[in-house]
Nanobody
Framework: VQLVESGGGLVQPGGSLRLSCAAS????????MSWYRQAPGKERDRVATISSGGGSTNYADSVKGRFTISRDNAKNTGYLQMYSLKPEDTAVYYC?????WGQGTQVTVSS
């Protein structure tokens, strides 16, 4: 089982980024997927979850209206589109599925 995140980077406040999570080693389309994030010195918190088929999503209050989780089961890939980024969104972002974690991708929001 492998989950590989990509798409992180440095962005100015108000900017956008799209994270990707490429899955392999299991039937990706049979499982829900979540994005989590962990800022320095803080716990890892759930950001968003999407159902196996993509028809149901939910978000942490802190990102509602700014982030969109999606998936393409044909490509075994999940996404997190992030808009209107704030400095407090700075963290390492992880995808989670099939009881497995990716290695994380750093997102830094700073001017």
């Amino acid at each position: 089982v492998q989950l590989v995140e990509s798409g992180g980077g440095l962005v100015q406040p108000g900017g956008s980024l799209r994270l990707s999570c490429a899955a392999s080693g299991f039937t990706f389309g049979a499982y829900a997927m979540s994005w989590y994030r962990q800022a320095p010195g803080k716990e890892r918190d759930r950001v968003a979850t999407i159902s196996s088929g993509g028809g149901s999503t939910n978000y942490a209050d802190s990102v509602k209206g700014r982030f969109t989780i999606s998936r393409d089961n044909a490509k075994n890939t999940g996404y997190l589109q992030m808009y209107s980024l704030k400095p407090e969104d700075t963290a390492v972002y992880y995808c989670f599925a099939f009881d497995s974690w990716g290695q994380g991708t750093q997102v830094t929001v700073s001017s």
